[in-house]
């Protein structure tokens, strides 16, 4: 049982090329979960599906875009990157279902991405 | 607006000598609090999970417990290996359909032998 598995772990892109980050959960959770985080501003949600077939905006979602593939991977896109984006990405997953003991959010090892 | 604001930024401790980590909260209105311990280049990892006023939860050295406007991380006589970044974080009612949080800045730890 790996959790929540997250690749690439490092990258490193030019300005204004494209990438996917891929994320994959095998705890058979229903609800995943993008998010940046950067020095001084915490966790911040960009994307989040609560179930297949669904994906909703969060707090940052300009600039990227997401792909829940099927119940277990859900991915990030960045189109064209910008500086700005450097970040650490993580990748989240619950088994949420409007069930109050099921809420947790458990993390991938996430990714490290620098845009020079 | 939801706020979760976690004190002091920084702490750094003697082992063995205790401590507290506040987590402050303002929101419409709680459904869960949380808390994860996150070490350098890893992603955070679950510790608890507080759903009402009164709750405590306790794990090894550590015990969360929970008020209407705050929860405490509290540490007792800790060790070196309890150094790392701890987090705390709210889920809001209204996020009922998809169990969304809010996470706070963080509580960086250092606990010195």
Partial sequence: NAGVTQTPKFQVLKTGQSMTLQCA????????????????MGLRLIY????????DKGEVPN???????????????????????????????????GVISQTTQYFGPGTRLTVL | EDQVT?????????????????????????RGLFWYRQDPGKGPEFLFTLYSAGEEKEKERLKATLTKKESFLHITAPKPEDSATY???????????????????????QVKP
């Fill in chain 2, 6 to 30: 976690q004190s002091p930024e920084a702490l750094r401790l003697q082992e063995g000598e205790s401590s507290s980590l506040n987590c402050s909260y303002t929101v419409s209105g709680l």
């Fill in chain 2, 87 to 109: 987090l705390c974080a709210v889920q809001v009612l209204g996020s009922s359909n998809t169990g969304k949080l809010i996470f706070g800045q963080g509580t960086t730890l």
């Fill in chain 1, 25 to 40: 959960q095998d705890m058979n959770h229903n609800s995943m979960y993008w998010y940046r985080q950067d020095p001084g």
């Fill in chain 1, 48 to 55: 989040y599906s609560a179930s297949e077939g669904t994906t």
């Fill in chain 1, 63 to 97: 600039g990227y875009n997401v792909s829940r593939l099927n119940k277990r991977e859900f991915s990030l896109r960045l189109e064209s990157a910008a500086p700005s984006q450097t970040s650490v990405y993580f990748c989240a997953s619950s088994a949420y279902r």
